[in-house]
């Protein structure tokens, strides 16, 4: 089997994944310790993440469209579509970006992919709603999304090392760096 057929079947492995996790995410009865409305832990940020330092930039923005496309589907939200691909993509870019400084750890570009997230979903909400009223929210978003951040970073740290541990990095061609916790 060739490189490129094995990405497309890994993608597909990860979208899976990311919509399981999803899934599970709403049964977490989070709103019962975090009193605000929309607040979620972003665990399928932890495959988006092993996607873009494992895989790369292009199949990890592939895993996130086609997860926010199929949830948004399987929910039969149109409205969540839209705040999950604004949210979504600027969080890819933002992490994106943050892991090319080479600077943070997978912590912090998860806090910082979290923190995007959350302003994408923001300007998405004002859009749909036809009011900035709705950014008054956002300070409350931006401090769970260090803790969500840092949560799902500690999660992806995990696969990391489990990815290296087994020989999947190796074998993907991708080599380690202690300080980001996973491939390079």
């Known amino acids: ?15 899976a994944l990311a919509l399981g996790l999803s899934y599970v995410e709403r049964l977490i009865p989070l709103g019962l310790l975090i009193p605000l409305p929309g607040i979620k832990l972003g665990l399928a940020n932890v495959v988006t993440l092993f996607a873009l330092c494992f895989l790369g930039l292009g199949p990890a923005f592939a895993v996130l469209i086609a997860r926010c496309f199929l949830g948004s589907l399987f ?10 691909l604004t949210g979504g993509l600027l969080a890819m870019v933002v992490m994106a970006a943050a892991r090319k400084g080479g600077r943070l750890s997978v912590y912090g570009v998860s806090v910082c992919g979290a923190a995007a997230h959350n302003l994408g979903q923001i300007c998405a909400a004002m859009a749909v ?12 978003l931006l401090v769970t999304a260090v803790f969500a ?6 999660a992806a740290a995990g696969v990391f090392r489990a990815a290296q541990s087994s020989g999947f990095a190796q074998a993907w061609g991708r080599e380690t760096n202690g300080k980001q916790g996973g491939a390079t």
């Open 1 to 15: 089997m060739n490189r490129r057929t094995k990405t497309l079947a890994l993608c597909a492995l990860l979208t």
């Open 75 to 84: 929910a039969g939200s149109l409205s969540g579509l839209v705040f999950s």
């Open 129 to 140: 709603m036809k009011t900035p009223a709705v950014i008054s929210y956002l300070p409350a």
């Open 149 to 154: 951040g840092a949560l799902t970073g500690a």
